[in-house]
């Protein structure tokens, strides 16, 4: 029901959209998010935008770099992705969950569904 699309293999310091469509539900009824996860690490929480798209969240380390947006008319989730290093390197998921965006990198509990991810690998 989430289809990420967008990722690819770049070079340190290049750009990449990710996409997120959503079929089978709709998402201005979530606050949608993007987590990733590199080889042998847990899943972590990238960034988060709630419902209406006031309000955006980004974990320390890609803030400024990274954007996420929204349109719930097209049903579909953004993330660029700018100044790409090589820690960023990982598959990213989108997902959409019932709490709000504020809470949705500590509550994951409560994702209601899971994107199947997308794969950035960055060279440096």
């Known amino acids: 029901q989430l289809q990420a699309s967008g990722g690819g293999l770049v070079q340190a310091g290049d750009s990449l959209r990710l996409s997120c469509a959503a079929s089978?539900?709709?998402?201005?009824?979530?606050?949608m998010g993007w987590f990733r996860q590199a080889p042998g690490k847990e899943r972590e929480f990238v960034a988060a935008?709630?419902?209406?798209?006031?309000?955006?969240y980004y974990e320390d380390s890609v803030k400024g770099r990274f954007a996420i947006a929204r349109d719930n008319a097209e049903n579909t989730v953004y993330l660029q992705l700018n100044n790409l290093k090589s820690q960023d390197t990982a598959v990213y998921y989108c997902a959409a969950s019932g709490t709000t965006a504020q809470y949705m990198g500590h509550l994951t509990q409560y994702i209601n569904f899971w994107g199947q991810g997308t794969q950035v690998t960055v060279s440096s």
């Open positions: 935008i709630s419902r209406m798209g006031l309000d955006t």
């Open positions: 089978e539900l709709t998402i201005s009824n979530y606050a």
